[in-house]
């Protein structure tokens, strides 16, 4: 095949057509995570603080469960690829097993968390408020795992939009039932933070059962579905499931940990400091979608290509989506940097955390391209089930290079809050560096005539 961008045209634009619902959906899912924040600060700052707390031990829980479910994919894509659509299904099946026995473990650990809490250094008020919460979006990590491996389902026979609807129409059922219980509307009980607690479990529900009731009724699912109702459980591909899923769930919380420690960090500097980077990661979260959007497609793409064992198309593909986060990383690179005192404004009007904000956008600018690029590579990766290999070096990134590097910048060198960044950024180049490489290895291996 000749290199030239002719070549990679269509892979771009089915990349992107099937990047696209991804990206909405989590679009979707910020923006009213966002509204939580601000319908929960109008209880109260205890209340806010209180979800704060929570929501940062439960995010570490659920993104592990999460891990497993994103195993499902590129089993279900290698076998489309390959045309076997009973073993596609076959994996589903046992994914979905797999996930509600995770589920359940995770709640019950959940459990166990919560009676730790109240030891954990907050004010009373915060803790009073927080446990029950915690308890109840506890509780919606089945449903959540229950809607997760259908929609990796769905997602490994390149079908994204389905997921797409049922999360923004799970998104407005949280909205509507935060507004009614957190405030005791049209004769609900105004119940405050654990409303929104409530209300996050029920539209998890509400996303769990659509799932089911499309794969039961659609006609797109029929053929699945009949294989479905023939498949049996099996303990050997069960444990195959838990070994893909194991290490992603891992590197999520890797990851979780090593940006959370970054905030501590940063809380450490002072109010200012927290308040610039709570800013800066908030815009730099909504750019990534992008980025994270099109790691999934990129998964389906080069695990369905490996099923059809077709690797040149494998490593267009996989380029096509290089390129793509690269520009477009690129550019919302030189937005930041041009835009860098003007958009924390849009957040606050305190001139030093406005100073500080700006001075953090202009690490966060070239920390885009790798933070783009590492998440992309991830996904390329996973599609061709190579998980271990990025667990091992996100852990050594992060731990052994951001997170000391970070601190020695910050605390010990007095560059101050940007040498938290420049730390993040040495971890994120690290890992994109690092796997691109290893791509490259894997594909000259299957060059040489060996199996990848």
């Known amino acids: 095949m000749e290199l030239s961008l002719k070549n990679y045209r269509k892979f771009y634009s089915s990349n992107l057509k099937l990047a696209l619902p991804v990206i909405i959906s989590q679009a979707g899912q910020t923006v009213v995570g966002l509204v939580d924040n601000v319908m929960v600060g109008r209880v109260g700052t205890s209340a806010l603080a209180a979800a704060s707390f929570a929501n940062s031990i439960f995010v570490i829980i659920l993104v592990f469960g999460i891990g497993f479910s994103y195993a499902i994919t590129p089993l279900v894509a290698k076998a489309i690829g390959r045309g076997d659509e009973r073993e596609a299904v076959h994996w589903f099946h046992q994914g979905f097993r797999v996930n509600l026995f995770i589920g359940v473990m995770l709640i019950l650990l959940s459990f166990i968390v919560a009676l730790f809490m109240p030891r954990m250094g907050q004010p009373d008020e915060v803790v009073e408020l927080g446990v029950p919460y915690f308890l109840v979006i506890s509780v919606s990590i089945l449903p959540f795992l229950h809607f997760a491996s259908f929609k990796q389902f769905a997602e490994g026979i390149s079908n994204t939009r389905l997921a797409m609807i049922i999360t923004i129409s799970g998104n407005i059922v949280n909205i509507i039932f935060n507004y009614l219980l957190i405030y005791g509307k049209a004769g609900f009980p105004e119940l405050g933070l654990l409303g929104a607690g409530i209300g996050t479990l029920i539209s998890r529900i509400f996303m769990a059962v659509a799932f089911w009731v499309m794969f039961r009724r659609l006609e797109f699912f029929a053929r699945f579905r009949k294989i479905h109702d023939e498949v049996s459980f099996s303990l050997k591909e069960s444990l195959q499931i838990l070994k893909l899923g194991g290490p992603m769930g891992i590197q999520f919380i890797i990851e979780v940990f090593a940006f959370s420690l970054g905030g501590i960090m940063m809380g450490w500097l002072g109010e200012d400091p927290l308040a610039a980077h709570q800013i800066v990661i908030s815009v730099a979260s909504l750019t990534f979608m992008m980025s994270s959007g099109l790691a999934s497609a990129t998964t389906i793409k080069v695990s369905t290509f490996r099923g059809e064992n077709d690797y040149d198309k494998l490593k267009y593909s996989a380029f096509a989506s290089i390129h793509m986060v690269v520009l477009f990383m ?56 190579d998980v271990v290999f990025p667990m091992i070096v996100i852990a050594v990134a992060y731990l052994v290079v951001s997170i000391p590097v970070g601190y020695i910048l910050s605390f010990v060198a007095g560059i101050g809050p940007a040498g938290i960044w420049v730390g993040y950024l040495s971890g994120l180049s690290t890992v994109s560096l690092v796997l691109l490489y290893r791509f490259r290895q894997l594909y000259m291996r299957h060059e040489k005539g060996k199996m990848i």
């Open 330 to 385: 690129s550019i919302t690179a030189v937005i930041f940097m041009l835009t860098r005192n003007v958009i924390p404004g849009l957040f606050i009007k305190d001139t030093k955390v406005i100073e500080i904000a700006a001075s953090l956008f202009i690490v966060a600018s070239i920390f885009q391209m790798f933070d783009g690029l590492q998440v992309v590579m991830i996904g390329i990766l996973r599609g061709m089930e």
